[in-house]
T-cell receptor, first 113, second 113 residues
């Protein structure tokens, strides 16, 4: 049982490039989340999904897009990367909203030059 | 919007010392409360959670937290820390009406051997 798997683990991009981060969970969770972690700011929610085919904006959605075409996968896209998007990105999933704890992936360290 | 404050950004202490980390939230309704721990280079793991009932909650590795509703607080404690407790600790809050967690900014704890 892998839990929450994120790919890739590390990536370096140039400003203006695009990329997609993949999150996959094998726990049949309905809810999935994308966070970014920056020093001193904790985790901030980018986008989340309450089920297959649904997405919603979180606290810091600008510059990101997401898709949840399959229940087990939640993709985070950067259309035109900016240095301000240099961060560690975490995906999480949960069975129910808030009541059950969220399970986190190992993170993706993304650097934008 | 709800917010979570962790007043200590960095804590340094020696092994066997007692630890207390503060967490305050701003939301007047019913909440679910969590403490997560992030060991260096790893993802977040659930330390303990409070949903209802006894306001003193015990978690893994000897940690406990006390929910004081009148003070909007959920402080984390450990009577005697070990070097292996070196990590960053995050408080998080979810409201029963919400779909997502709000995280505090984190407290980095360094335990000197």
């Amino acid at each position: 049982n892998a839990g929450v798997t994120q790919t890739p683990k590390f990536r370096v991009l140039k400003t203006g490039q695009s990329m997609t981060l993949l999150c996959a969970q094998d726990m049949n969770h309905e809810y999935m989340y994308w966070y970014r972690q920056d020093p001193g700011m904790g985790l901030r929610l980018i986008h989340y999904s309450v089920g297959e085919g649904t997405t919603a904006k979180g606290e810091v959605p600008d510059g990101y897009n997401v898709s949840r075409l399959k229940k087990q996968n939640f993709l985070l896209g950067l259309e035109s990367a900016a240095p301000s998007q240099t961060s560690v990105y975490f995906c999480a999933s949960s069975y129910e909203t808030g009541v059950q704890p969220q399970h986190f992936g190992d993170g993706t360290r993304l650097s934008i030059l | 919007a709800q917010s979570v404050s962790q007043h200590n950004h960095h804590v340094i202490l020696s092994e066997a010392a007692s630890l207390e980390l503060g967490c305050n939230y701003s939301y007047g309704g019913t909440v679910n409360l969590f403490w997560y721990v992030q060991y260096p280079g790893q993802h977040l793991r659930l330390l303990l959670k409070y949903f209802s009932g006894d306001p003193l909650v015990k978690g893994i590795k000897g940690f406990e937290a006390e929910f004081i509703k009148s003070k909007f607080s959920f402080n984390l404690r450990k009577p005697s820390v070990q070097w292996s407790d070196t990590a960053e600790y995050f408080c998080a809050v979810n409201t029963w009406a919400g779909n997502k967690l709000t995280f505090g900014g984190g407290t980095r704890v360094l335990v000197k051997p």
